[in-house]
């Protein structure tokens, strides 16, 4: 009688589907487990990618991959949004290694800039300050909106760090944590420009910066990323 049957025999009398499903989980739960293993091994939480002793966000914030990155945020947005998720800011030095790798590249993917690679080349649009002033009046809202062009995060696939960070120039300017020397003595800074390159018409860079705000300013693009210290324990 099939119920009582050797366990191991009783397989071959399950159906073509659903003896796929039961494959399906067993390499769901070998592939959770490898995750977590990695974590483990890493330091950093899911999302994270370590670079030296800190951990960054893989994308900018929220940190999901097809997610529209925030903007209109100032650095006092950012460094509340990263604290409320148990991460800080990242610090220039960070961003930049993050960016760089140890191969000191000017770009995230490398020595030379390369058109359509990442989201730098939109066309720029006419601003109305004063409205954006408003924030977060519904007209200011509004205007925001009409004025976004970030890309989803990772949807530019190759735009990507050596250690797996995307998005690291053009798309969302981002908040950091000033530890350089700058004209301006300001606590925070922006980096890697915007979807609509840097001020001035230069392509985004690496070492791109613009140190010319305060911690209160938000502006249509402005958005950040979080960062962390890499930890030797199980992250969860």
């Not at 494959?23 to 939480?45: K, T």
Request: charged share 30%.
């Amino acid at each position: 009688m099939l119920e009582h049957a050797h366990p191991v025999r009783a397989v071959r009398f399950l159906s073509p589907v659903l003896a796929v499903a039961c494959v399906a989980v067993l390499l769901g739960e070998s592939g959770e487990a490898d995750a977590r293993a990695r974590r483990r091994r890493s330091g950093c939480p899911a999302g994270m990618v370590r670079v030296e002793a800190f951990c960054i966000d893989r994308f900018e914030a929220p940190n999901r991959k097809g997610a529209r990155p925030l903007a209109m945020q100032s650095a006092d947005d950012a460094a509340a949004w990263c604290e409320a998720h148990r991460k800080r800011l990242c610090t220039e030095d960070e961003w930049r290694g993050a960016c760089e790798s140890d191969e000191h590249r000017a770009y995230p993917y490398g020595a030379e800039h390369v058109d359509g690679r990442c989201n730098d080349d939109k066309p720029w649009r006419q601003v109305d300050e004063q409205v954006l002033g408003r924030w977060p009046a519904s007209d200011a809202q509004a205007h925001a909106k009409e004025l976004y062009q970030g890309a989803p995060s990772g949807s530019r696939r190759r735009c990507v760090s050596k250690g797996g960070v995307y998005d690291l120039t053009g798309n969302v300017e981002e908040w950091v944590v000033r530890t350089r020397e700058h004209p301006s003595d300001w606590p925070y800074l922006l980096a890697g420009c915007y979807w609509s390159g840097c001020y001035g018409g230069g392509k985004p860079t690496c070492r791109s910066t613009n140190s010319a705000h305060g911690p209160e300013f938000r502006f249509y693009e402005t958005g950040f990323r979080c960062c962390r210290d890499a930890g030797t324990g199980t992250q969860k």
